[in-house]
C-alpha cells in the first residue's frame, strides 16, 4: 500500500517546540518533493513548508520563517518538520504530501499536484 504517515503532533504550550515526521511506505521518498500542509478550522488548507528531492532546497511559508525547519532523510525515507516558538495561530491539522515537482509554498500550491497525501495529525497550541 503507498502511503505517507505523519506522528509526531499533539499539544504544545506557546513558545514550545514539536517535530513532525512523515514516512513513506509503498514508494521511495527520494524520487518526490515533500510539502507540509496545515488546516485550520475554518480555513483553506494551506501551504507551510516544502524541501526538494535532495534537500538542497526549502521554501516557507512567510509566517514560519525562522520557526519552522523542514529536512529529510532519504535514508530512513522520511520528511520532518521540527517546529519551534510555536503560537496558538499554528493551532491546525497538518499533512504531508509528495509530489514530483517542487513547489514553493507562497503562493500556496494547487493540491491536485501531489501524487500522496497522509492522513494528517493534529497540532494544538495552547497553555
Known amino acids: 500500500q503507498l502511503q505517507l504517515v505523519e506522528s509526531g503532533g499533539g499539544l504544545v504550550q506557546p513558545g514550545g517546540s514539536l517535530r513532525l515526521s512523515c514516512a513513506a511506505s509503498?514508494?521511495?521518498?527520494?524520487?518526490?518533493?515533500i510539502t507540509w500542509f496545515r488546516q485550520a478550522p475554518g480555513k483553506e488548507r494551506e501551504g507551510v513548508a516544502s524541501?526538494?528531492?535532495?534537500?538542497?532546497?526549502?521554501h516557507y511559508k512567510d509566517s514560519v520563517t525562522g520557526r519552522f525547519t523542514i529536512t529529510r532523510d532519504n535514508t530512513k525515507n522520511s520528511v520532518y518538520l521540527q517546529m519551534s516558538d510555536l503560537k496558538p495561530e499554528d493551532t491546525a491539522v497538518y499533512y504531508c504530501?509528495?509530489?514530483?515537482?517542487?513547489?514553493?509554498?507562497?503562493?500556496?500550491?494547487?493540491?491536485?499536484?501531489?501524487?500522496?497525501w497522509g492522513q494528517g495529525i493534529q497540532v494544538t497550541v495552547s497553555s
Open positions: 504530501a509528495a509530489s514530483k515537482y517542487f513547489w514553493a509554498v507562497r503562493p500556496s500550491p494547487p493540491h491536485q499536484s501531489f501524487d500522496y
Open positions: 509503498g514508494f521511495t521518498l527520494e524520487d518526490y518533493a
Open positions: 524541501i526538494d528531492k535532495n534537500g538542497r532546497n526549502t
